[in-house]
């Protein structure tokens, strides 16, 4: 093992947690480490080659599932984390889920938290997707929707003059995507603060409520190494932070239960006319209750395949309409049921079982929301024009007429019947509050019981926030900076490319 | 049935039926070994040449057109991702393909890849069309086989896909500002 390494922030993890806790802290003058498993992969090292970037920058290649293989836990492996992989869809979190969080002892006051959109939202530059990006089949969701007594509505993202390229999940070649890893990282970097990437933490030391150091191994080369801080933060995601606390023996009892999902599959819809869905920003047109959501995905081949329902020839004979297929993801948020854990295998044979397990079954109720949720979705593909809808039902005929879906809960019982199921969006795992005993984490965002462990990502949350997550993860992210540093928020921030970019325009007037 | 009861059970199975397999072990890991060479003669970095011939025998018997370099293109392509995987569960992968390759043992036929291509397409619609039951994870080699066929840009070309250097909106911002100009033009005069 080669010598310890000093600083005085060390953050694990580099994705939306991770990267604005490092900025933060890192323009507060700040000694930061952050400490990153996946590569530094630069937007001139992307490519639109999907298996390439899909094995590069998603964990375990995009094929992490649950424990009984039948849903796919898609995160991001490489510097910005899963930001990187992300349609960089922008939604403040709904004010009942605010107060649900409140309720369960997780509070983020209003002002406070309003304050942190802020900040966040200008460093990303979220705004609404122009028209110009839109891709020729938004048109007719939007129709569907409105055909079946539903507002269609439009999305906040995070980009800067945005080509429109529609290869937004395998890491953004044009570096117009606002991802962590084009805005918070060099920010932070700026200020002094140091990326070690390819490096994996394995342990963390402690004793008596506190944190010693990090047991870390250079992936490459299996070098091992400790690093030592003042103050640990942990943001490594949903999945990621319960494993390492596992791992670590911290609060093994609580570590990993009440993990939640956005859970979905997609519907796709074929039109008698091409509607080249691929020629555009990939999602436009989104439909969101309490219950379920509804978000256009439009992707490119590869990735299209893989969400596309069929089996054999029939998958082909619908690949081969590429052009006429509008597609549909179906969300639904999940009760915090799911559990992140260490299997007999990790014990027995670690060498094959170096990994955290998934155990996830959807509810009844939760089935009966995807069955809603695919049931509109189909209705407002047939009523905006498509003449066959296909949903991820195992053994379902193509859904031609709205009476055909009448016929869904046969079809849909349980989660064993849908094709292609996953969650992007895993929360929960190091849920907050203020129960001791319940909780991993305090309302402070310190681990229940240890004075220098903290935790920033999406597995503080007590349950789904129903919406897509990366804003709502950086602007809890920004409050637990204020609170781990103990720095006061500058109003705005002057720092990334967003900045740059206004103040050349300004220069330029 | 999770993943990790399923692989205990295989070693379990594997354990008891020891008296059948251990004399031959030593034939096995020499063909083992063989096929990994014969695999790395071929081009493949990861793949044994029998997995990588259960890729092709797959993507045949369920795939439409050949890409333009045959179905060969299909397992080099899987391999190109596999080879660059970094993950602890690596080994799944492997795992998943050796038992579709011999799936059809269970039912005392050859093995996937020796299969008729009538015989191998009924195999594949009857046990591993499925999402349920013992053949589930074996099944999932269809997304495997999909990405390394769609990943060809001749297919992806072929489904009517454009990469982005063929678009209005990939070229450089004069030459798409005239384009769209030109568009605009034909639309007013039509």
Not at chain 1, 136 to 148: D, M, Q, V, Y
Not at chain 2, 32 to 52: D, H, K, Q
Not at chain 2, 69 to 94: C, Q
Request: proline letters at 6%.
């Amino acid at each position: 093992m080669s010598a310890d390494r000093r600083t005085e922030i060390a953050v694990v993890g580099s994705g939306a947690g991770g990267s604005v806790v490092a900025y933060h802290l890192a323009a507060a003058g700040r000694a930061v480490t952050v400490i990153e498993r996946g590569p530094f992969v630069r937007a001139s090292e992307m490519t639109h080659d999907e298996p390439a970037m899909i094995a590069r920058l998603y964990k375990d290649g995009g094929a992490q599932t649950n424990n009984e293989a039948d849903m796919f836990v898609l995160q991001g492996n490489c510097v910005g984390g899963s930001t990187v992989l992300t349609n960089a869809v922008c939604f403040r979190m709904p004010e009942d889920v605010r107060q649900s969080f409140g309720a369960h002892g997780f509070a983020l006051p209003p002002d406070r938290l309003a304050a942190a959109y802020r900040r966040v939202e200008s460093v990303l530059n979220v705004s609404l997707l122009p028209e110009d990006l839109h891709n020729p089949a938004t048109r007719r969701l939007e129709n569907g929707f409105r055909a079946i007594g539903r507002e269609p509505g439009r999305f906040q993202k995070a980009m800067l003059h945005c080509v429109g390229c529609g290869f937004c999940n395998i890491g953004c070649r044009y570096g117009r995507k606002m991802d962590a890893a084009q805005t918070w990282i060099p920010m932070a970097m700026a200020h002094g603060a140091r990326i070690d990437a390819g490096i994996e933490v394995r342990r963390i030391e402690h004793s008596r409520g506190r944190v010693r150091g990090l047991r870390c191994r250079e992936v490459a080369t299996g070098k091992e190494f400790v690093l030592r801080a003042e103050r640990y933060v942990l943001a490594g995601g949903a999945i990621n932070t319960p494993e390492l606390l596992l791992r670590s023996g911290i609060h093994p009892s609580r570590a990993g239960k009440r993990t939640s999902f956005n859970a979905g599959a997609v519907a796709f819809g074929e039109f008698p006319e091409e509607v080249d869905g691929f020629d555009g920003d990939q999602m436009c047109v989104h439909y969101i209750e309490p219950r379920f959501g509804l978000e256009q995905i439009q992707n490119p081949p590869v990735s299209m395949a893989l969400t596309l329902p069929g089996w054999g020839t029939d998958h082909a004979e619908r690949m081969a309409n590429y052009r006429r297929l509008a597609a549909l993801g179906v969300l639904v948020p999940t009760r915090p049921t799911g559990e992140v854990f260490l299997g007999v295998g990790h014990r027995l044979l670690k060498r094959f079982f170096d990994h955290s397990d998934i155990r996830f079954r959807m509810g009844a109720d939760e089935v009966a929301a995807f069955r809603d949720g695919l049931a509109t979705a189909a209705a407002a593909m047939l009523a905006g024009g498509a003449t066959r809808v296909f949903l991820p039902l195992a053994g379902v005929p193509p859904v031609t007429r709205f009476a055909d879906l009448d016929e869904l809960p046969r079809f849909l019982r349980d989660q064993k019947d849908l094709v292609g199921f996953g969650s992007s969006h895993p929360q929960g795992g190091a849920a907050a509050g203020n129960d001791a005993r319940r909780d991993v984490v305090d309302p402070e965002f310190r681990v229940h019981g240890f004075e220098n462990l903290f935790v920033s990502d999406a597995s503080l949350f007590p349950h789904s926030i129903r919406v897509n997550p990366m804003l709502s993860v950086m602007a809890v992210a920004d409050c637990a900076a204020e609170v781990i540093g103990g720095i006061s928020m500058p109003d705005a921030i002057a720092d990334g490319p967003v900045a740059n970019a206004r103040r050349a325009a300004v220069a330029a007037q | 049935m999770s993943l990790n009861t399923r692989v205990g059970l295989l070693l379990l199975a594997l354990l008891v039926s020891s008296p059948v397999w251990l004399p031959l072990l030593p034939f096995v890991l020499f063909w083992l070994s063989r096929e990994r060479r014969l695999g790395r003669a071929e081009g493949f970095r990861t793949l044994p040449r029998f997995l990588a011939r259960s890729i092709e025998g797959y993507a045949e018997a369920t795939l439409g057109t050949p890409p333009a370099g045959g179905f060969a293109t299909v397992a080099r392509n899987v391999d190109g991702y596999l080879v660059r995987v970094r993950s602890p569960r690596h080994w799944r992968t492997t795992m998943m393909l050796a038992l579709l390759e011999f799936s059809p043992w269970t039912r005392l036929q050859p093995r996937l890849s020796r299969l008729p291509l009538a015989a191998r397409r009924r195999w594949i619609a009857e046990r591993l069309s499925t999402t349920r039951g013992l053949f589930a994870v074996p099944s999932l080699v269809r997304q495997l086989v999909r990405m390394g066929y769609y990943a060809d840009p001749s297919v992806g070309r072929s489904c009517g896909f454009r990469p982005m250097r063929e678009r209005v909106r990939g070229l450089p911002s004069r030459a798409r500002t005239a384009t769209y100009a030109a568009l605009a033009r034909r639309k007013v005069a039509g």
